[in-house]
């Protein structure tokens, strides 16, 4: 994948990867080794996947009942009891269901890899959406207003194109351009902007039509553009950006039928190693492996389980409370990391009045209210209901959802809505909310480095403790993606893998 | 949908359609009239169904022995014969397809309304994907390299917006923003190209990564950004307005299993009515209706068939050729209307380098090579085997792949697509290509109007020639879109039900 560095980038897995290979392991293991791994989200699994496929024996605790972790999809009956009791029950109708983690796969992440080699068959999930709305409060002469992220970018380029074009030949650029790259660089804005003979934006079709061009004597006609003013003061040119993200370009993906085919195929590669409804007690280290203490949630027993390695995916959050021989920095880097606060609400509504009247199939609408978002499904488009994303909700300076009673999040999310799509209380059946800071076994949505935990904390959780290694998306530079969980995993799969090949050089005991 | 005009522009049909009801028939019609439409494409079928709804009597010639016209989705077994009698047999593996014809559909279109009312389940058109390529030949530095779209619109933005973030509080712009607006321009241009604190593009993680960020130690490594003036040299720039089109914007949608799902539903809904292997020969005037001359292939017998209206949806370039009671400013404006030359290839490949490889999963890669465009198929992502467009050849300008021979039009596009894509050679299995305007009963992809075409033929050829409409993309401002044939159909049989509705105020024989 070199070569492909010409491309603008590698697309190459952030690192190479060695796969542990059956041939590596000589007769002195030739079963490999056991390994303990706490958790079986994506990556746990990931993990014992891996070192499954060279033989290793490996035992995976997981306190919940189902696999996946954050990776969750909510379909009709799906139960979730918040820290604090509050508890509720997915009324979806069947084929109806949201993903309340992760919801999208860019093209390069490693991810896509897992899902050609487990079989999950994918479909586009729409992340960009000219149709999809921009809506503002308080923002000058727009506010309150939906309008087509088409048409805003339509104009904002259009008069952003006509300035630049009037000055690029004056000296004032003081720009390194030939007057020939400059004659090039007029000509690019003309198109860009779609701009008229005299470099003026006079409005484009590229804005959407007034009246559609049809049969016979339709030709279009075509609005009147905002005022550039109008639209500075409306901010909403400041939100197009968002799509720019290198982890957010088009195509984006998701698994048909919901994201958790993934943890599901990779469970389906893992018969007989996963234990459910074992709570971790203690990660304990030994002589020569490690000593996992958990309680069963069947019968409240505890028991206890040694390996040679361990390999805790637990979130930080949850892990910063089990009683672990982890030397003090290490402790103090596990309570010091914040964990974001974010969720979703899913709203099921009979109609899919944003397909039939909006036209908007797929997609996101941006606001400045707290809500921040509108999702509209990528799947089942045409068909007679929906469930769409009423709010995504990320905590920092704005209304943390989570505090709310189940009923005020609802209320005021389609209170919200509904200055966007006044079909919400027409249309609306119920609604399931998740609050991930609130939820048993992660409370937080994903590890949030600051550029000084990078410094000081991130080292620390990186370097094994003995033979106990941390893996997990808060193990990465891809914080809150699937392909964190990969990657980490990945990582820690080859450095125990050189550990057991590298006989009698595994490190001492610690703490 | 008035109050929409407020969203940047309605997405109403573009006119208001009331579709005659079995109700608005009187006694004296209550069998409606005998329709005979020629051509069971998808403005001829169009026109049966929503006549057929109000207990019309329609009957449909076609001259093939399938629906759809220009609507084609070519399969293991399509063969196909040009006019020069070159001929060919797909050998795509079962499952494996090429749309022919039209290949995408944007959300405003009516096409979207008969999918829904058909049940012809839909999926994304994956028209815009950042991670396909910009491939430019003799164009500066950056010739032969194929650079990803994501990477060349980041460098564009960051040039672009670091020049005018630069001069955007000169008085030079003498442009209408107050000093705030001009904060905001800035904040803005700040955003748009990811711009350093002082307002200068160093490269940005939009443009892809040199080393992608991964799990542990890997924060990731960004590559320097291409300089602007070798991007200006590229001419890369100048496709990126492609994707604004508003017929082109996201997202754009394609039937599961092939366009062809639409005309295959509206047969369905014609049972009896079409009758195929009937060459038109003779478009005849009578006293008080039409009578149309055919011959059938299945015997070569010349038949007859008489009604009270027709309507005919077959193409110009062949109509012109037809014995027709038309007035002779009509036969002139049929003949002259130029017709695009217009054609694909499919390639059918081992395996989908593309997406293993390129991590392209769908999208177009855009060239200044005549085979001006590689499309990405938008289905089976991740499987083995695909089929993509190897060329999107409009004539203009450009090499005629139609008066290639079939060996020759797959030889050249092998030969510039492996330019792009090494695999190309090992990969290949075997090709279709289609060339509009050497296919019997079409002639050409779409008519193409000048200015002065539309000024002087096009009102000509809306008019009905006494009881004979013509209906069809060419009948539209919107040709080459399946739209254009909906939204004309639409039209004449308002048009016709509201002359039967008027008792004896049809026009008079003509010719």
Chains 1, 2 share one sequence.
């Not at 999809?132 to 087509?148: D, M």
């Not at 409005?203 to 003013?229: A, C, M, N, V, W």
């Not at 959050?317 to 596990?334: C, G, H, Q």
């Not at 005020?408 to 909310?433: C, D, M, T, V, W």
């Amino acid at each position: 994948m070199e070569s492909l560095g010409l491309l603008g980038h590698s697309l190459a897995s952030a690192k190479e990867f060695n796969a542990p290979k059956r041939s590596d392991l000589t007769m002195a293991n030739k079963n490999g080794k056991k390994i303990i791994i706490l958790g079986a989200g994506i990556a746990g699994m990931a993990a014992a996947y891996e070192l499954g496929k060279a033989g290793y024996n490996c035992k995976i605790l997981e306190a919940r009942d189902r696999t996946g972790g954050r990776n969750w999809t909510v379909r009709q009956g799906t139960t979730e009891t918040e820290i604090n009791g509050v508890k509720q029950t997915s009324k979806f109708d069947k084929g109806q269901y949201m993903n309340a983690g992760p919801a999208r796969i860019p093209q390069h992440h490693v991810t896509l890899d897992y899902c050609r080699e487990l079989g999950v068959e994918l479909e586009v999930f729409a992340n960009s959406n000219e149709f999809s709305y921009y809506y503002q409060e308080n923002a000058g002469p727009l506010s309150n207003q939906k309008i087509r992220k088409g048409t805003v970018k339509s104009d904002t380029r259009g008069y952003v194109s006509e300035l630049l074009a009037k000055v690029a030949d004056k000296t004032s650029l003081d720009s390194p351009l030939t007057k020939d790259d400059i004659e090039k660089l007029t000509a690019y804005l003309k198109r860009e902007g779609d701009l008229s003979t005299d470099y003026t934006y006079k409005g484009s079709s590229r804005r959407g039509y007034k009246e559609l061009p049809g049969g016979g004597h339709q030709p279009g006609t075509i609005d009147q553009p905002y005022s550039f003013s109008e639209l500075l003061q409306s901010g909403m040119m400041n939100n197009i950006s968002g799509d720019y993200s290198f982890q957010q370009q088009p195509m984006m993906f998701q698994p048909v039928g919901g994201m958790d085919q993934i943890p599901k195929a990779l469970e389906k590669q893992l018969p007989g190693i996963i234990t459910f409804g074992a709570e971790v007690q203690e990660i304990r280290q030994t002589a020569n492996g490690v000593r996992i203490v958990y309680k069963t949630k069947a019968d409240g027993k505890t028991k206890e389980i040694t390996g040679d390695y361990c390999i805790c995916t637990i979130p930080l959050p949850v892990l910063k409370n089990i009683s672990a021989d982890f030397t003090e920095p290490m402790k103090n880097a596990i309570r010091s990391i914040n964990y974001a606060k974010t969720g979703k609400i899913g709203f099921q509504f009979k109609n899919r009045f944003w397909e039939q009247d909006d036209r908007i199939l797929g997609g996101i609408t941006t606001t400045n209210m707290d809500i921040s978002q509108i999702w509209y499904p990528s799947y089942g488009y045409l068909s007679q209901k929906g469930v769409l994303i009423g709010y995504y909700n990320f905590g920092q300076n704005a209304v943390d959802y989570g505090d709310l009673s189940l009923s005020q999040r609802q209320a005021r999310a389609l209170n919200q809505g509904a200055k966007i799509h006044p079909q919400y209380s027409k249309e609306f059946e119920n609604s399931f909310s998740v609050a991930w800071h609130k939820i048993k076994y992660n409370e937080g949505g994903w590890a949030e480095y600051s550029a000084s935990d990078l410094k000081s904390y991130y080292p620390i959780l990186n370097e094994p403790q003995g033979r106990v290694h941390l893996a997990g998306e808060h193990l990465s530079y891809l914080t809150g993606w699937m392909a964190g969980a990969f990657e980490s995993a990945r990582i820690v799969v080859s450095r125990i893998h050189e550990d057991v090949l590298k006989e009698g050089k595994v490190p001492s005991k610690v703490g």
